[in-house]
């Protein structure tokens, strides 16, 4: 089964600041990851596909890349409601699908 | 709007059954493949199983640490998808979502439903 290694598991920032989290796959799955956010209480909500694509209604701010083994998103300018943990999924290796651990995102 | 409604969760005992519910509003619920994915208490996302659409038979596929134990079906007609678990085990207590499925677009969700917390315990 393919692995998906999510980093770090949480990180403090501050509303403005640069944000990078990191998917790092166990075998190559060409360009198949996903990226979600969620909050507490909620559901999931798909940010990006295709592992740069954005889905229709996220704030470009949001962004996604990378390919093979090594993948990135990456929230340009932290807002307030962006405070929430954040998954990666891989679809490679279908029809079995697996997550990332999670990264938390914290205010500091 | 697409509206994904779970129901049916609650308390059971190890070995017991549970059968879930999720109700699609707004799409062609027909025309979509559609998942369960869980979340154990404070930890991360787990994906279930799946059904395929009316054109690829209806077909199942299952993670492991389920199969052989849970089942996932769907009625069109009402546009709703069950998952019936049986066998249950503590390690299944979780919230448990159903999701759209791109299908052949890509096997990822863009539409998720609330959740429905499934709790096993004696």
């Known amino acids: 089964a393919i692995r998906i290694t999510q980093s770090p598991s949480s990180l403090s920032a501050s509303t403005g600041d640069r944000v990078t989290i990191t998917c790092r796959a166990s075998?190559?799955?060409?360009?198949?990851l996903a990226w979600y956010q969620q909050k507490p209480g909620k559901a999931p909500k798909l940010l990006i596909y295709?592992?740069?694509t954005l889905q229709s209604g996220v704030p470009s701010r949001f962004s996604g890349s990378g390919s093979g083994t090594d993948f990135t998103l990456t929230i340009s300018c932290l807002q307030s409601e962006d405070f929430a943990t954040y998954y990666c999924q891989q679809y490679y290796s279908y029809p079995l699908l697996t997550f990332g651990g999670g990264t938390k995102v914290e205010i500091k | 709007e697409v509206q994904l409604v779970e129901s049916g969760g609650g308390l059971v005992q190890p070995g017991g059954s549970l059968r879930l519910s999720c109700a699609a509003s707004g799409f062609t619920f027909s025309d979509h493949y559609m998942d369960w994915v869980r979340q154990a208490p404070g930890k991360g996302l787990e994906w279930v199983g799946r059904?395929?659409?009316?054109?690829?038979?209806?077909?199942?596929e299952y993670a492991a640490s389920v199969k052989g134990r849970f089942t996932i079906s769907r009625d069109d007609s009402k546009n709703s998808l069950y998952l019936q678990m049986n066998s249950l085990k503590t390690e299944d207590t979780a919230v448990y979502y159903c999701a759209r499925d791109r299908g052949s677009s890509g096997w990822y969700f863009d539409y998720w439903g609330q959740g429905t917390l499934v709790t096993v315990s004696s």
């Open positions: 295709a592992a740069s």
């Open positions: 059904t395929r659409n009316k054109a690829n038979s209806y077909t199942t």
């Open positions: 075998q190559g799955i060409s360009s198949y």
